[in-house]
T-cell receptor, first 117, second 111 residues
C-alpha cells in the first residue's frame, strides 16, 4: 500500500459544529503532517507528528486540534471554525523527518475539501 | 528558516515547446528538492526530485537541475502536452528537516 487515505473527501460544516478529518497510511512512515491549502496557493504547514508525538505546531488556532492515535492514523478535530477556514486540508507522510533516509519525499493524501458555512 | 521563491507565477506555452520554472532557496543546508504537480482539485503529486549531491536528473520529458552554489534549481519540461497543464510547486527540505514550498507556477499548454 503506497497511499495516504483521507476521509471524508468533502465536508460542509456550520460554525458551531464539531467534526473530524481522518488520515491513514500503511507505508510504515513515522512522520505525518497536516497542511492547509487555498486555491492556487502552496500548502501551508499546520502540524507535524514524528513518532506519534507532536513536534511542530505552526501557531495554528486552537479550533484545530490534531491527534495521532498510532503510527498509521492522524486526525484533525475541528470546532467552531470560521468561513475563512474553508480550504483543502491535506495529510502527508514521510519515512522519518529526523534522520536521513533513502526516500526523503512526501506522499500526499487526496485531501478533504472543507467548506464552513 | 528556509525561504523558497518560485518564478514565474504563470506560464503559457504552445504545445510542443519547452517550459522552465525556476526556484531559489536561502538555507545552504537544504539537501533535497522535490517538484510537485497539482491538477485542479487533486493532490500534489511528486513528479521528480533531486538531492544536493546531484547536479541534474532527468525522467523522460522532465528534468531538474540544481546549482548549489547559487542556491537555485529549475524544472524543465520538454515537448509539452496539454495534460502538462497544472500548478507546479517546488520545495526544499531544509537542514531542520522541514519542507518549504514555493508559491507555485500555473502552467497552461495551448494546443
Amino acid at each position: 500500500d503506497t497511499e495516504v487515505t483521507q476521509t471524508p473527501k468533502h465536508l460542509v460544516m456550520g460554525m458551531t459544529n464539531k467534526k473530524s478529518l481522518k488520515c491513514e497510511q500503511h507505508m510504515g512512515h513515522r512522520a505525518m503532517y497536516w497542511y492547509k491549502q487555498k486555491a492556487k496557493k502552496p500548502p501551508e504547514l499546520m502540524f507535524v507528528y514524528s513518532y506519534e508525538k507532536l513536534s511542530i505546531n505552526e501557531s495554528v488556532p486552537s479550533r484545530f486540534s490534531p491527534e495521532c492515535p498510532n503510527s498509521s492514523l492522524l486526525n484533525l478535530h475541528l470546532h467552531a471554525l470560521q468561513p475563512e477556514d474553508s480550504a483543502l486540508y491535506l495529510c502527508a507522510s514521510s519515512q522519518d523527518m529526523r534522520t536521513a533516509t533513502t526516500n526523503y519525499g512526501y506522499t500526499f493524501g487526496s485531501g478533504t475539501r472543507l467548506t464552513v458555512v | 528558516g528556509e525561504n523558497v521563491e518560485q518564478h514565474p507565477s504563470t506560464l503559457s506555452v504552445q504545445e510542443g515547446d519547452s517550459a522552465v520554472i525556476k526556484c531559489t532557496y536561502s538555507d545552504s543546508a537544504s539537501n533535497y528538492f522535490p517538484w510537485y504537480k497539482q491538477e485542479l482539485g487533486k493532490r500534489p503529486q511528486l513528479i521528480i526530485d533531486i538531492r544536493s549531491n546531484v547536479g541534474e536528473k532527468k525522467d523522460q520529458r522532465i528534468a531538474v537541475t540544481l546549482n548549489k552554489t547559487a542556491k537555485h534549481f529549475s524544472l524543465h519540461i520538454t515537448e509539452t502536452q496539454p495534460e502538462d497543464s497544472a500548478v507546479y510547486f517546488c520545495a526544499a527540505r531544509s537542514g531542520g528537516n522541514q519542507f518549504y514550498f514555493g508559491t507555485g507556477t500555473s502552467l497552461t499548454v495551448i494546443p
